[in-house]
């Protein structure tokens, strides 16, 4: 008796989910987040207790362990995150010895992200777990609905910005907020 109520309890929490995934006025982003937020933050919550580092940090090592030797200024254009936490994350780094800056030979203003060889380990400590968690996500997917879902994610990702980061659409949407909130 006690497994039928456990399975009507779960079915109806599926049912809740599926209301709001597919009731909310944005619901393709609303999906993709909720993918996401289940994908990522439970590992980078084992990546925080377990290796020390923050998600900024993890993210800082990934993008770097593809691309070494950029400007901090090129992962915030190339990744839309904050120049306060890629400085943050910079900060602690290189504090800790996972990467090193060093002066940009081509502009002496600016100052090159590198790995050191505690960076690539801690890279390889944690990014095995990424993409095994990866798989799971995808698991449901047959092959073909594989390369159709990653073919449409390159074609929306490339996209992109077209319609992020436009400081003027932002200040627009701002106030349009603001007049609706306070009227």
Same mark, same amino acid.
């Given at each position: 008796?006690?497994?039928?109520?456990?399975?009507? !309890?779960?079915?109806? @929490? &599926?049912?809740?989910?599926? *209301? =709001? #995934?597919?009731?909310?006025?944005?619901?393709?982003?609303?999906? +993709?987040?909720?993918?996401?937020?289940?994908?990522?933050?439970?590992?980078?919550?084992?990546? !925080?207790?377990?290796? @020390? &580092?923050?998600?900024?940090? *993890? =993210? #800082?090592?990934?993008?770097?362990?593809?691309?070494?030797?950029? +400007?901090?200024?090129?992962?915030?254009?190339?990744?839309?995150?904050?120049?306060?936490?890629?400085?943050?994350?910079?900060?602690?780094?290189?504090?800790?010895?996972?990467?090193?800056?060093?002066?940009?030979?081509?502009?002496?203003?600016?100052?090159?992200?590198?790995?050191?060889?505690?960076?690539?380990?801690?890279?390889?400590?944690?990014?095995?777990?990424?993409?095994?968690?990866?798989?799971?996500?995808?698991?449901?997917?047959?092959?073909?609905?594989?390369?159709?879902?990653?073919?449409?994610?390159?074609?929306?990702?490339?996209?992109?910005?077209?319609?992020?980061?436009?400081?003027?659409?932002?200040?627009?949407?701002?106030?349009?907020?603001?007049?609706?909130?306070?009227?």
């Amino acid at each position: 008796m006690k497994s039928d109520e456990s399975k009507n !309890e779960k079915d109806v @929490g &599926l049912q809740d989910r599926d *209301a =709001i #995934l597919n009731g909310t006025e944005i619901p393709f982003a609303y999906k +993709a987040s909720y993918i996401l937020n289940f994908y990522r933050e439970p590992l980078f919550r084992v990546i !925080e207790n377990e290796l @020390g &580092l923050k998600r900024s940090e *993890a =993210i #800082l090592l990934l993008f770097l362990s593809f691309r070494d030797g950029v +400007a901090a200024q090129e992962m915030c254009d190339l990744t839309g995150h904050s120049k306060t936490n890629v400085s943050r994350a910079v900060n602690a780094l290189n504090k800790n010895g996972m990467i090193t800056r060093d002066v940009d030979p081509g502009d002496n203003r600016r100052q090159l992200l590198y790995l050191t060889d505690l960076g690539r380990r801690a890279y390889s400590a944690f990014i095995p777990e990424l993409m095994a968690r990866e798989a799971s996500m995808l698991a449901p997917l047959s092959k073909a609905e594989r390369r159709q879902y990653m073919s449409l994610l390159t074609k929306i990702a490339g996209g992109v910005p077209g319609w992020t980061g436009k400081s003027d659409d932002l200040d627009a949407s701002a106030r349009r907020m603001r007049r609706k909130f306070v009227d």
